[in-house]
């Protein structure tokens, strides 16, 4: 008993992952409003007449911003270890250069369509 | 005892639990697994752009509310996780549930959807198109399918009694962060298979 009176760290140690559960409730709540509202207006901006290069460069914000926010918050990334980051990195690194590579190689210029035909 | 407990105090702030870390490794495989299907599509898209015309068949407001129903999905599992570090059970169960029911409702979209293309003779036989759209959604639709299952264990086990709530949270966060990287998948074919479809002169 005596311990637990002269060291308040249990009584801290216990209400503080619960500040910070609920801290992160109200960020899941505003994150998911904004990925509603995302998915909305990415599903309007096609059908304005905008300028197409526009619209793609929106689009591709819109889901680099949904993808990055998924992962930091609710896949918790932001408050793990930077190892899980780098494990998760390592993969989507060489999953982007090879979507990169692939679209450089199979270029319309680089791709032999009578041989593909033939075969 | 003291010393003991801030060594193990320290310790365990600087290591990384084995099963998360395994988790984020096979997330990171299955990101090129992804990558690969994605980047199939979208060459052939670009190398045959004439070979079909998916506008005509796309729902975008049926993909849309899919796109909703999965990041919605996300919503609860992200609370169903916190529930769990709180050792609230009961919202653990309920938040579950609701992942579940959405990830249900998801595949039924997605399964009417493949319905809808088929009976307009769009299979995996008939161009390059369907060949990778099949592909790359259907397993994308197993990932969902093997979530719900996992998830829907993860339901039924905490009825057993055998889940302390605090021991099993790390055992939740995994099969959340399958369920969150089901999502992200969706988030990128969305815009990169079905959007971008629709944008003029592309």
């Known amino acids: ?106 270029s319309p210029s680089n791709v032999d369509f009578e041989a593909i035909t033939q075969f | 005892m003291s010393n003991t407990a801030d060594h193990a105090d320290s310790h365990s702030s600087l290591v990384v639990d084995n099963k998360k870390l395994l988790m984020w490794l096979f997330l990171g495989s299955d990101c090129m697994f992804f990558g690969t299907l994605i980047s199939t599509h979208l060459i052939y898209r670009k190398l045959y752009p004439d070979s079909f015309e998916p506008t005509t068949l796309f729902s975008l407001e049926l993909t849309s509310f899919s796109t909703f129903i999965l990041l919605m999905s996300s919503f609860l599992m992200a609370l169903a996780v916190s529930a769990m570090h709180k050792g609230q059970l009961k919202s653990f169960r309920r938040n579950t549930l609701g992942v579940i029911f959405f990830g249900l409702i998801f595949l039924g979209c997605q399964v009417y959807e493949f319905a809808h293309f088929v009976h307009e003779d769009l299979t995996l036989q008939t161009n390059t198109f369907g060949s990778t759209f099949y592909m790359m959604t259907g397993t994308h639709g197993v990932h969902v399918a093997i979530g719900i299952f996992w998830l829907i264990c993860m339901y039924f086990y905490s009825h057993t009694g055998k889940m302390d709530a605090h021991e099993s949270a790390v055992d939740v966060e995994v099969a959340g962060l399958y369920w969150h990287f089901v999502d992200i998948v969706w988030i990128v074919i969305f815009t990169a298979v079905y959007l971008v479809e629709f944008i003029p002169e592309i």
């Open chain 1, 1 to 106: 008993m005596a311990h637990i009176e002269e060291n308040p760290l249990p009584v801290a140690a216990d209400t503080g992952p619960l500040n910070s559960e609920t801290a992160k409730y109200h960020t899941f709540v505003n994150l998911a409003l904004a990925l509603a509202a995302i998915t909305g207006v990415e599903l309007v901006l096609v059908y304005i007449p905008f300028h197409p290069v526009f619209i793609l460069s929106v689009l591709l914000a819109l889901s680099l911003f949904k993808f990055i926010a998924v992962i930091a918050w609710f896949m918790h990334l932001i408050y793990d270890k930077l190892l899980l980051t780098l494990a998760f990195g390592t993969g989507m690194a060489i999953a982007t250069g090879t979507f990169v590579a692939l679209g450089f190689l199979m």
